[in-house]
């Protein structure tokens, strides 16, 4: 089995900043690109930030230039520091990511979506 599993989440003041951190683990041949999703209550889940294996990475416009993505390999773990945190990136923050199992998987080009269980970011004064 893999598991993602979040942390770093919590209270912050408005203008503060926090970093979260995923780290997969189980069986894993190789993780494809991870990312970060959250949802606000009320509304939908949506992509904040994405990085391949190559760490080419892609942000959410109402992120960009406040949050930076960035992942270990060596340790199958992404991370997401976030600067300036404003009342409206109150959130769940969800990691996600592509895993391929096993060698097969790698052959086959079928890897599988996996997700953590998430972690609550609250900026608040």
């Known amino acids: 089995q893999v598991q993602l599993v979040e942390s770093g989440g919590g209270l912050v003041q408005p203008g503060g900043s926090l970093r979260l951190s995923c780290a997969a683990s189980?069986?894993?041949?190789?993780?494809?690109?991870m990312g970060w999703y959250r949802q606000a209550p009320g509304k939908q889940r949506e992509l904040v930030a994405a990085?391949?294996?190559?760490?080419?990475?892609n942000y959410a416009d109402s992120v960009k230039g406040r949050f930076t993505i960035s992942r270990d390999n060596a340790k199958n773990t992404v991370y997401l520091q976030m600067n300036s945190l404003k009342p409206e990136d109150t959130a769940v923050y969800y990691c996600?990511?592509?895993?391929?199992?096993?060698?097969?998987?790698?052959?086959?080009?079928?890897?599988?979506?996996?997700w953590g269980k998430g972690t609550l970011v609250t900026v608040s004064s």
């Open positions: 996600n990511a592509d895993i391929m199992r096993t060698f097969t998987d790698y052959v086959r080009g079928t890897g599988m979506d996996y």
């Open positions: 189980g069986t894993i041949y190789r993780v494809n690109a």
């Open positions: 990085i391949t294996s190559s760490s080419t990475t």
